[in-house]
């Protein structure tokens, strides 16, 4: 949702940029001199927005990239969440004896930790 109201925010600020680029006189104009080409009285509002519209752009991709690893990173999440809480519902489920053999199995035989059900001590 952030997305589409950043989106949106950029869009209006790109079109107060715009219209004062079109009703702006050309009384201030800056040579500019890209590797590619030579550009000689551009008006400076010109520079402006463009340099704008590039960082728009830049920040845009930027947060979507985040935005996107943010998503999957969650989505990773909650799946492992789901089988921890499906693990504790077979545990919670699992009957007491069971459990204590399953406990003993796990720790070694004959450690001594739990005893067996039926044995004494």
């Known amino acids: 949702m952030w997305v589409i109201r950043a989106v949106i925010i950029a869009l209006v600020v790109v079109c107060v940029v715009g219209f004062a680029n079109y009703n702006l006189g050309p009384d201030k104009t800056v040579d500019v001199d890209l590797i590619y080409a030579q550009r000689v009285d551009v008006p400076l509002i010109t520079v402006v927005f463009w340099a704008f519209v590039g960082g728009v752009i830049v920040s845009l ?44 199995k796990q720790s070694g035989a004959g450690s001594g930790i739990l005893p067996k059900p039926g044995s004494e001590r």
Do not use: C
């Open 61 to 104: 991709v930027g947060f979507i990239s985040v935005y996107i690893r943010l998503t999957v990173d969650l989505r990773s999440v909650r799946k492992k969440m789901r089988a921890l809480e499906h693990e504790i519902t077979t545990l919670r489920n699992r009957p007491i004896e069971e459990s204590a053999e399953f406990i003993e």
